[in-house]
C-alpha cells in the first residue's frame, strides 16, 4: 500500500510561477551507490524549507508516495519522473518524511 510522504531536496524556481526544479539522491541499485536526478514540480507539490543560496537553490521537500521500504532504502514514486529514471526511485530512508 502506498503512504503519503515528503523526500528532502533542494529546489529552485523554474521557467513558469509555479513550476520548481528539484534536485535529489537517488540510489542505484544493486550496487548501492548515491546517484543525484532532477525532476520538475508544480504548485503544492515542493514546500519551500529555508532560505535560497547564491544560486537560487533552497532547502525543499517535494510530495510523493512511499511503496516499500527496508531499513535503509524506501522506493518512491514521484509527482513528476525524473529526467534520468522515471518517476519510481529508491532513495535513502532518512531523505523520507511520513506524518
Request: glycine share 6%; aromatic share 6%; proline share 5%.
Amino acid at each position: 500500500m502506498a503512504t503519503e510522504c515528503r523526500i528532502r531536496c533542494r529546489a529552485r524556481s523554474g521557467l513558469f510561477a509555479d513550476e520548481c526544479v528539484v534536485r535529489l539522491q537517488a540510489v542505484c541499485p544493486p550496487e548501492g551507490e548515491e546517484k543525484e536526478v532532477s525532476c520538475l514540480a508544480y504548485g503544492s507539490s515542493i514546500e519551500k524549507k529555508g532560505d535560497a543560496d547564491q544560486q537560487g537553490e533552497y532547502p525543499a521537500e517535494l510530495h510523493a508516495y512511499r511503496i516499500a521500504e527496508t531499513e535503509t532504502h524506501s522506493a518512491v514514486v514521484l509527482p513528476q519522473p525524473t529526467f534520468e529514471n522515471g518517476a519510481s526511485i529508491l532513495v535513502r530512508s532518512d531523505h523520507v518524511i511520513v506524518d
